[in-house]
């Protein structure tokens, strides 16, 4: 069964640094989203993308994040200067639709996940 | 605004029934049910659509209430395997995102 993939599992960084996780989202999805969940919290959106283009993103997605699909399999999420309250669980997701979905029968699948630690 | 969930946390007993309830003050398009296990990735349960469905599989079922924007999962018979945090991930027509609940913890003891 395809699944979305991340890379790294886990990546520790000292704050200042910029960081860049990787996702490979399941190849026939049209739609990719990034989201965040800091220990023992809620899951939150912050940006979703399609067409190479951002077509939303959450007022924690501010000037120091960034996302790219640079060919046709990566999808990757930047944060330029990493904060301490940037350490989380970082979720790539993706989803149709796309050929073949069932009309309104689409969801989001998620990626294993990077742990994220800013010290 | 992020839908509510209850409760918060539920324990039983290996076998007992639970509902988590998940509601929202938008109307929604959809309502989807997630399972986290610890450290891992949510994984998804299942969607629904269109108000009064009930949509399930095995002894994990679910419906929704489009009218008074709530969703309930209903688990019955469980098995240790559900343990987890359960949440519901609502989507309102237009938006191309995800608004998570907090989560209900449910354990589940022999």
């Known amino acids: 069964e395809p699944e979305v993939t991340q890379t790294p599992s886990h990546q520790v960084t000292q704050m200042g640094q910029e960081v860049i996780l990787r996702c490979v989202p399941i190849s026939n999805h049209l739609y990719f989203y990034w989201y965040r969940q800091i220990l023992g919290q809620k899951v939150e959106f912050l940006v979703s993308?399609?067409?190479?283009?951002?077509?939303?993103k959450s007022e924690i997605f501010d000037d120091q994040f960034s996302v790219e699909r640079p060919d046709g399999s990566n999808f990757t999420l930047k944060i330029r200067s990493t904060k301490l309250e940037d350490s989380a669980m970082y979720f790539c997701?993706?989803?149709?639709?796309?050929?073949?979905?069932?009309?309104?029968?689409?969801?989001?699948?998620f990626g294993p996940g990077t742990r994220l630690l800013v010290l | 605004q992020q839908p509510v969930q209850s409760p918060q946390a539920v324990i039983l007993r290996e076998g007992e029934d639970a509902v988590i309830n998940c509601s929202s003050s938008?109307?929604?398009?959809?309502v989807h049910w997630y399972r986290q296990k610890h450290g891992e990735a949510p994984v998804f349960l299942m969607i629904?659509?269109?108000?009064?469905e009930q949509k399930g599989h095995e002894k994990i079922s679910a419906s929704f209430n489009e009218k008074k924007q709530q969703s309930s999962l209903y688990l019955t018979a469980s098995q240790l395997s559900y343990s987890g945090t359960y949440f519901c991930g609502t989507e309102v027509k237009g938006a191309q995102k995800l608004v998570f609940g907090q989560g209900t913890r449910l354990t589940i003891n022999p």
């Open positions: 629904l659509l269109k108000g009064g």
């Open positions: 997701a993706s989803r149709i639709p796309g050929q073949g979905a069932i009309k309104g029968q689409e969801t989001q699948y």
């Open positions: 938008k109307a929604l398009y959809s």
């Open positions: 993308f399609y067409n190479n283009e951002i077509s939303e």
